[in-house]
């Protein structure tokens, strides 16, 4: 198995429990731009050195373990664990997090993964797990 492609899967298995919805959409964007300035020889750019900025923030609380399964040519996340996630433990029913109240409009829901990640990230620096 290229190692390159062992890492980049368990990376993103990360990114999946420890990036909001909205950082990983904006990522996606945000990835192809960064390649486009390395592209065009732009490294010396502030937009390249902005870009740096962003990623050592939104990447600053991606840590963890990941189990992988490498099989017949593929590999697979199997299992994974963080110190920063955002997804609530199994034990937790998702009544425990929402007043029914919450249930009255999208944007309510929706901003339930803005409150934790705000509560994690004034709780635990970045650098916690280290």
């Known amino acids: 198995y290229p190692a390159a492609k062992v890492l980049f899967t368990a990376h993103r298995a990360l990114e999946l429990i420890t990036l909001s919805q909205k950082v990983l959409q904006h990522q996606e ?4 731009r960064y390649g486009e300035i390395i592209m065009a020889g732009d490294w ?4 390249r050195q902005a870009l740096d900025r962003y990623f050592d923030v939104t990447q600053a609380r991606v840590t963890g373990t990941v189990k992988m399964m490498l099989r017949k040519g593929k590999c697979t996340p199997i299992g ?7 997804v609530p433990p199994p034990h937790l029913d998702f009544p425990d997090l ?6 009255e409009g999208y944007s309510r829901v929706s901003a339930l ?3 934790i990640e705000a509560e994690r990230d004034r709780s ?5 797990s280290d």
Do not use: E
């Open 124 to 128: 635990v620096p970045p650098d916690a």
């Open 113 to 115: 993964l803005n409150r």
């Open 80 to 86: 994974r664990r963080s110190p920063h996630t955002l």
């Open 98 to 103: 929402l007043r029914p109240s919450d249930l």
């Open 29 to 32: 964007w945000t990835s192809i």
């Open 44 to 47: 010396f750019t502030t937009l």
